[in-house]
């Protein structure tokens, strides 16, 4: 699997519109057929999948009985044009301690892995397509 360019860097290309990022629920929705996530995802100009997202998905593949037909499917939508993974690099911590330090204070902690993708999503500008409503908790995330 080829990586595709970072976020900043397609950015730079001059790239606009929807630059959406996946939470695992969205991807399970995408995956069923879910035509409201399936019209989000065909019209957003890029698609990221956070590493988190992978890791979660993979392990519940792992953990199921369809894993080579999940992993083929997942594979398959990593290689459409537009679409990659969303790697953490150090800026990331940063932005992962701003949202821990946020949630602590707001007395509204959510889960660690929520956290993670939550400091992707703002560090780079995305779109955050997810389903748990904990994410309201960091109103400065920019939602679908």
Known sequence: MAEAAQPAEAA???EAG???ALDTNRYTDL???DAAVVETVETAD???LPFIVLGELRAGFAAGTQGPRN??????FLMKPGVAILYAGE????????VYRQLRKQGTPIPTNDMWIAALVLEHSLVLH???AHFNALAQLTRV
């Open 12 to 14: 730079a290309q001059g």
């Open 71 to 76: 992993e083929a499917m997942l594979r398959r």
């Open 130 to 132: 997810a389903r748990d």
């Open 91 to 98: 800026q990331t911590t940063h932005h992962y301690a701003s």
């Open 18 to 20: 929807v630059r959406l």
């Open 46 to 48: 890029e698609v990221w």
């Open 31 to 33: 995956c069923r057929g």
